[in-house]
Every structure is written in structure tokens, then in C-alpha cells.
């Protein structure tokens, strides 16, 4: 992990039991990159859509996010036109329809992308339902069985564009969905992209968590017709139940166990080697030393939930020493490498996921990756394992509807 500026992927949005009024650029980036005066991007920029995704039923599309400009939320039509959200009540009003008509099987639609932070939403069959409370958008949360997504088949890829450039990412940090790409054009022509399965992935991921006890294929929603729609993230898991919120706890343990007695280096800027913090146990506090054997931040033993969702008792502060400290301590503690490595981050993939115990959701969306990478938790791109494309001067934007094979 370097400094860069790139969006960060934090807590799931809608991430309680119901769903709760959030912006919509919640979750997608606490740290951007400051914007250029003589910036070359446009102010919007085509996105276009192609659906290869094999299927009939009808695509809706959805821009949501902030402003840059102004911080206003809304929504943006299919021309790159932003309407600001209109205001909410409580209990919570319907929103404005701000759906986009999207491809057909075999086709492209092009839409514009203003200078947001927020989500691109697409669904298949029907539209996606979001409401307005006082406090903002409602967006969709279906870990809450009475959400009316529920039984929706949808998805979302999160991005950030300003004026030095677009973020867009396919994100798997709130469930594993109907899956697409993304991609971004540069300026010399050469395209980007990250997302795409391996041919069979997506049947093989779901296979593959049905077959790992533990509670783990409680993640799996499915329709009444038996339509699979997606498996829950494994922090949303806990929350409603499906897998226990025990899942890591031998784990931590170990972990507790072993830096009692021995020293967990973290160094937490790739480009700062000379930037260390020094881990111990004592009872069930972590605390962290500077070189001059200050204490700089303390850690409580942390439960599954704050693992998966690196929050709560791995709370990460968008600061220079108790943020980069969680965020390398909860991609160790997902990719189970505390124990194997005392030297963390550990970048290399060859050593993830090895533990018996650890995420095994992020495990095997990994393993059905084209590429390897993705954002199957908050700080996948601890290592830059995420699958994020960024590029400073834009000249077009991509998603691919892939098939559901």
C-alpha cells in the first residue's frame, strides 16, 4: 500500500439490519486527489454499456452520487444532466425515477458521466426502488429481508471523477452479484479493464461456497423461483444471521496468542520504508509503538464483524498512523497472513487465504477473477489486489454485462 489517492472502498452503505438513509457517495472515497487547476478532463465524460450477459429480460441503469462541485446529491440523466434529490420525509418517500433504458442482450448504450462520487446501479427485469428520508437517499440493503430489492436481480460498480481523472471499480464488498467489468479509456487510445470472471466463474464461485461448511452457504440468496441472486458479504452475514459471528474467532485468538510474546511490524506506506509501527499484545489490547517505543494507537481483540467489515473495533480514520495501521491489520486478518508473516502488509497472493479460518468469501471470489483481482473487502487493495481502473485524463468509460455462467 503506497499513498496514492485513489477511492477506498469502506463500509458497505445500507450496512444495518434495515436500511438507513446514506448519501450516495457513502463508501467510495474519503481521500481524493486534489483537483488541477489546468485539469484536462471534460466535464462529462461517455460511459457506455455493453450487455453481453446472455439474458432477456430488460436493463435499467441508475447514476447516483455527489456533485463535486457542489456537494449536492442526486441523480444524473442518461445525457450527464444532474438533478438534485428533491426532500425526503419519514417515513421515507419514493424518489424520483431516475432510471436509464439500458441495452438489450447483444447491444451498447451510451450514457455521460458528470464529475461525481457515487455509484452506477444497473438491474435486470425491474426497476430498483429507492426512497428519500429527511436525512437522504435510501439505497438498497438487502441483507434486511423486508427491503423491496430483495428479489431483484442487481448490481452496482462504485467511481469518482474529477478533474484529475476517473476511479471505477467492480466491487463485491457489500455481496457477489450479477457480474460485469469495467475499463477506462486513456488518451493515447490503450483501454483498462478488471472484473471479468474466468469463463465458468460465476457458477463455480456459488459451487464453491455451497461446498465450504461453517455457515458459509448461508451467504447464497436465492428467489422463490429459484433464481440465485447473490451471496451476502460475510459482515452483512453476521448481521442477519446466516454465518456465525464466531466465524474468525479462532483466528484471532491464535493471533492474540502469538504477538503476546513476539513483535507484528507493520510498515504501512510502500513508498515510506522507514515508516514503521510495532505491534504487542498485553490482555486484550494491541498497541502499537513508534521507533522511539511511543504508543501510538491501541487496538481491542476484534470480532468477526469488525474484520469483515474493517470497522467498529478496526476503525480506520482517514489519518497518517491509526488508518493505515487498520487497514493493513484488516487485510491480515482477512487473508489470514498475521500468522505466517510478521512483516505486514504482506502483498504476495501465493500466501492468502491459507488459514482454515478466514475469509472465505473473499477466498473464492479471488479464485474465479480473470485477473486475480477484486473488492471482496473494505481494504482489498491493501497489495493492490483491487479491482479498481484509474486514469487521469479519461476518454471514455466502460461496463460489460457478462454472462451468468
Keep these: 500500500m503506497g499513498t496514492r489517492r485513489a477511492p477506498v472502498r469502506r463500509r458497505a452503505i445500507g450496512a444495518v439490519a434495515t436500511a438507513v438513509a ?69 417515513p421515507p418517500v419514493p424518489a424520483p ?40 437517499l435510501v439505497q438498497p440493503a438487502v441483507q434486511n429481508p423486508s427491503d423491496p430489492n430483495r428479489n431483484i436481480l442487481f448490481n452496482w460498480s462504485e467511481y469518482t471523477l474529477n478533474d484529475s481523472g476517473l476511479w471505477i471499480n467492480s466491487t463485491q464488498v457489500d455481496m457477489f452479484s450479477v457480474p460485469y467489468a469495467v475499463g477506462v479509456k486513456a488518451a493515447n487510445g490503450t483501454v483498462t479493464s478488471t472484473g471479468h470472471l474466468k469463463p465458468g466463474g460465476y457458477q463455480g464461485f456459488y459451487s464453491a461456497l455451497k461446498g465450504q461448511p461453517g455457515g458459509w452457504a448461508n451467504l447464497i440468496q436465492t428467489r422463490s423461483d429459484g433464481t440465485v441472486l447473490r451471496a451476502l458479504a460475510p459482515g452483512h452475514g453476521i448481521e442477519s444471521g446466516a454465518l456465525p459471528a464466531s466465524a474468525m474467532n479462532d483466528y484471532v485468538n491464535r493471533v492474540w496468542s502469538k504477538y503476546a510474546s513476539s513483535t507484528l511490524t507493520v510498515t504501512p506506506f510502500a513508498d515510506q520504508p522507514g515508516t514503521k509501527y510495532y505491534g504487542r499484545v498485553s490482555g486484550s489490547t494491541m498497541n502499537f509503538t513508534n521507533g522511539a517505543g511511543a504508543v501510538v494507537t491501541s487496538f ?19 489519518d497518517l498512523v491509526r488508518g493505515p495501521i487498520s487497514r493493513t491489520l484488516c487485510a491480515g486478518y482477512n487473508r489470514s497472513t498475521l500468522l505466517t508473516n510478521p512483516n505486514q502488509p504482506d502483498t504476495g497472493a501465493a500466501g492468502f487465504y491459507q488459514d482454515a479460518v478466514t475469509n472465505h468469501y473473499a477466498r473464492k471470489i479471488h479464485a474465479q477473477m480473470a485477473d486475480g483481482n477484486a473488492y471482496a473487502f473494505a481494504f482489498d487493495d491493501v497489495g493492490h489486489h483491487e479491482s479498481l481502473v484509474h486514469d487521469g485524463s479519461p476518454q471514455q468509460a466502460y461496463m460489460t454485462l457478462d454472462p451468468l455462467s
Aim: contains cysteine.
Design 22 to 90: 446514506v448519501t450516495a457517495a457513502a463508501g467510495i472515497t474519503l481521500a481524493l486527489p486534489a483537483e488541477r487547476a489546468d485539469a484536462a478532463v471534460p466535464t462529462t465524460i461517455p460511459l457506455t454499456f455493453t450487455n453481453s450477459s446472455g439474458r432477456t429480460e430488460p436493463v435499467y441503469i441508475y447514476n447516483l452520487g455527489t456533485l463535486l462541485s457542489t456537494g449536492q446529491q442526486g441523480w444524473a440523466d442518461a445525457n450527464g444532466t444532474f438533478h438534485a434529490w428533491p426532500g425526503g420525509a419519514n
Design 97 to 136: 425515477d431516475a432510471s436509464i433504458a439500458g441495452p438489450a442482450n447483444g447491444g451498447t448504450t451510451t450514457i455521460r458521466m458528470p464529475k461525481f462520487s457515487g455509484r452506477i446501479y444497473f438491474s435486470y427485469g425491474q426497476k430498483l426502488v429507492f426512497k428519500l428520508t429527511t436525512g437522504g
Design 300 to 318: 481491542q481483540k476484534p470480532d468477526s464483524d469488525s474484520i469483515f467489515g474493517c470497522y467498529k473495533l478496526l476503525d480506520a480514520p482517514n
